[in-house]
């Protein structure tokens, strides 16, 4: 059989295992949440609430049917993609997901790129002199950060620059005397393109004031990973035959690290950050409560405190649904790319 | 390795110009951002609080946040003022009640229109009540006391109760009876609406999302119009960043909600020192712990009492809230009628000791007493932990507390289940009466001798009832002037000498201001009175 009807095959077993993951992952939230001690209804009325009332709000909520009914009726709404009501507020789950992914996703993606760009500069900088001085300041940095408990980092960053210098934001998303752009949720992306429509760049310019502290602490917390990843990986890379046998052929020291031994010591630092995006789009949570980012993880945090159980279903569901894509999608981009890769 | 080196050099410069250019260009964004945000922000204020809002509607509504924010968007019929007086609002005078005390009627401004132009009747406030006790969440505030709601005139509310009630008119002035336009309501009679609000108060809401709003003056306003061009609400979600943003002067007002004690004493200190305009509102949430008196130990009556005169108000009031919070030995708060400042005992380790002995204890054998907090409030915890010293310290060869930490929704679901010795607890009524102290801690449906088997007692985690008890608190209920004052301290004294229960601290809302901004000034319902602040006109 030919390898790329092996890829597609690989494909087709990976996408038809995701469903039963996601299902496996929500029937464990459910379950777990109603074996978890605490009652939405002391979160919404308070423990004082008469009997009646509180009776009255569980049978609104369908909380007083059985929990096989429950779950029933759980799975029916997910097999139509729906999630439910939040409890708190009654409005679509869907709706509350879309106002807080967004505000995740795009943090996480500048912080990606902050942590590529950083980390993949770091790691790159000491193949010249290995254990170089160069090489052990790129060495530190990458355990230093990775070893940072990133709220401590979070809120000395917080100090330092929002607090003593007073030059950025302490939190939030947006400033509070401009109104948020509409749309996607996207700010940086919303707020770009007004700019461009109009020419002012005002609501640009606040998302970004707002976003460089969350996203530059996520960002250099995780970029120690890619340094130490590439670090290593490209210094296994130039000490291989093949990279011998090119530097034997001749060729130029930059053009064997760029065009030999860079692309196979990035394969796995591929696989790297495939690992991060799906941990990042369940959200940083300690972040995003340290700078009141209103992302998917700040408010899951919100909805387990308040036994929002639809809420939490939801927001767990479409997270793993993610998760699994993207894990999917990473693997898939590796498989095709190293071609010694077997399935 | 030579060219590598090679490689490297325009490598790193290329970098270090990248991040130079990135970080020149971020700081003059932060100029003109800033620029931008000051031009916008003329005569506006920004108020930053805790409270992320996740609904506006009046009856959806139960949080400290939202309630802050329909009391400026929002007009209630009546209003307690700062000094703690009832005043007619939209309505024009203090309800009318029948001989019988059942029926209730309110006459109603005229000329006052909704932020979208429908005017203001009693039919609209007909909708807005009925669609209260449909849908709301705390519907039971005005179920559990009104039969029906009717218009028998164009401005003319009434009311038919189902026993009689004297606190007619602070009951409405509960921010989640604010009357609602029937015109923009048409389509959420049976549901929600959390993001936008429309009726009748002194700013319009503009823009609503969880973490932010904005309120602009309604210009169709019936009274004194706002002091300042708008308010803008924020919600930072720790204590840090609060404390942070008001001192970076990022922030006009701060709230004191959720603020850690350490910060809101630093805030304190800088007021006295004229570095910024502090404000306190009514102290109406008591702290108190529930002793769970149908199981041993606590059962004894004399044991209770023991503790009652172990605990140290005055200390821990000071250890642990630096002295914010007053200690409170009484479960009416003091700006309520019927409050009795002396009901508790205060602290007499001399007595204490002497019941201890008596109950068998001190002798060599010492009392071991579970305390329960709430793990996610962090003044529960210093409050356990320095009781704990103290009565090491001072009574440590009769008792000693066993502390354990709950998070606080965990805790509250077992309450009712007599799973809790002692534990922290804190309460603040839905709207300013003594029977919203009384009722929801003393109240009991089904009792057997003293002990409460169904009710709020029971529900509060002490179980503890007294033959005529609800009787007495239905009554006082009823009565008005000195002779409910009298009755509710009657109540307040039994109670004391049972002691189900022990009053430990008073909280009182807290602002802050920056010094360009007037002092903050809350209302009698601890709200703080947005409409009042205003800037000397010094930009930020």
Redesign the interface.
Known sequence: MSRRSDLLRYLAARLALAPVMVWLIASLVFLLLRVAPGDPIDALLGSRAPAAARAALRAQLGLDQPLWHQYGHFLNQLLHGELGQSLTNQEPVTAVIRQSLPASLELGVVALVLAAVVGLAVGFSGVARPEGRLDLAGRLYGIGTYALPPFWAAMVVQLVFAVWLGWLPVGGRFPPTLIPPTGSGFYLLESLRAGLGTGHWHQLLGTVRHLVLPAGTLGLLLSGIFANALRLNLRRALDSDYVEAARSRGLGEGRVILRHALPNALLPVLTITGITVASLIGGALLIEVTYSWPGIAFRLQEAIGQRDYPLVQGIVVVVAALVVMVTVAVDLVVAMLDPRIRF | ????????RP??LL?SALALGLACG??G??R??GK??LA??TN?L?V?SKN?I??V?PA?A?TFGAMQLLSAIGDPLYAIDPGGQIQPKLALALPQVSADGLTVRVALRQGVRFHDGTPFNAAAMVFTLQRFLAIG????LL??RVQSVGAIGPYTLELRLKRPFAAMAPLLSAVNLTPLSPTAYRNHAN??L?DRFVGTGPYRLT?F????Q?LEPFAGYWGKPPANGGI???????S??LF??L?????DVLLSTSLEIDQQAALHRSALRHKLREGQGPALEIGYLSLLTDQPPLQSPGLRRAIALSLDRRTISQRVTLGLRAPLRDLVPPSLVGSDPQAWPSYNPKAARALYRQAGYCKGKRLSLPLTFRS?VPSDRLFALTWQAQLRQDLGDCVSLEVTGM?A??A?????DGAFTMILLD?MGDFPDPDNYLV??LGCDQAQGNRCL?G?SA??GSFWSQPGLEQALQRSASLSGPGRAALLRRIQRQTAAATPYLPVWLVAPRAWAQRRVSQPRFDGSGRLLLQDLRTSGAPR
């Open positions: 390795m030579v060219q590598a080196r090679r490689l490297n490598l790193s970098t971020l700081a964004c932060q003109q951002a931008q945000s916008a922000s506006q920004v930053a992320r996740d609904t509607d959806g139960y969440k705390l519907s039971y179920g559990d549901r929600f959390n823009f999302s969880d973490q932010q904005r803008n609400l924020v919600a930072l979600s720790n840090t960043a942070g943003a001192t970076s002067g990022e922030v996610n998070e929704t965990t509250y679901r077992q309450l009712g309460w929801p801690l169904k709020a529900a509060s």
